[in-house]
């Protein structure tokens, strides 16, 4: 068989576990383990998506800018054996909220482009972030997931380099950040949450869910086979 479809619809499905029944633990797996991947590999702006917010209120704030250490600075011959001039850049910080799963878009005023991933720190392109010559600057943005002190915690974050000194740009003017949450846990949500709620009524993502529910079946049938067909025909649906 070079074809297969799936024979279930589960738009409006929504199961709550109340029967302790073991086929709706089965679908319970199946949904919720379907979510997460397709939250984590369809395209972000096919996603439902939540902001990083600006507050006064130092508890509820998710937005910082502020100035990077001098030797990260830009610097300017003064001529005439004058000492250079150092002007500090300035990073964005964004606390990751619980529910954080990935970078949707994250711009400002000053950047050429968004930032739509991110880096680690251990990675090559996060430690970059650590020599002026090669750090992200405005033309080319790069976000590094790092931690830092949030209302007296230590809370991951992403660090956005970089702008220059003399932006603009504020935490509470100019910057536009979203991102993916975490998928609802259809059999824990209280009240009960259907699939079709969470997934905003799309009619692409529920089909590719509904392939990626079917590779995990086949999948789990030790079926490799039909399995792959279904993971290209979800990935099909989401071009």
Request: charged content about 20%; hydrophobic content about 40%; glycine content about 8%.
């Amino acid at each position: 068989m070079d074809e297969v479809s799936p024979d279930i619809t589960i738009a409006n499905l929504s199961v709550d576990g109340s029967d302790n029944n073991p086929l709706y633990t089965l679908i319970d797996g199946l949904v919720d383990g379907g979510m997460l991947e397709l939250f984590s590999v369809a395209q972000y702006w096919r996603l439902p998506q939540k902001a990083f917010a600006y507050s006064s209120t130092a508890s509820s704030n998710q937005i910082i800018v502020e100035a990077l250490p001098d030797a990260l600075g830009d610097r300017e011959s003064a001529g005439n054996g004058a000492a250079e001039t150092v002007t500090a850049r300035k990073v964005i910080r964004l606390k990751v909220p619980d529910d954080f799963l990935r970078v949707a878009e994250i711009n400002c005023d000053d950047f050429l482009r968004p930032i739509t991933e991110v880096a680690t720190e251990i990675s090559e392109a996060g430690k970059r972030q650590h020599n002026r010559a090669l750090m992200g600057k405005e033309a080319r943005p790069v976000g590094v997931i790092s931690h830092g002190i949030w209302n007296g915690e230590q809370k991951r974050e992403i660090d956005c380099y970089s702008l220059s000194g003399g932006t603009s740009v504020t935490a509470s003017s100019g910057i536009a950040a979203s991102y993916i949450a975490k998928p609802a846990t259809i059999s824990d949500s209280s009240p009960a949450v259907t699939v079709e709620t969470a997934l905003g009524g799309s009619s692409v993502l529920i089909p590719a869910l509904e392939w990626l529910i079917a590779a995990r079946t086949f999948g789990a049938r030790g079926d490799a086979n039909h399995s792959a067909i279904c993971q290209q025909n979800a990935q099909n649906v989401l071009v």
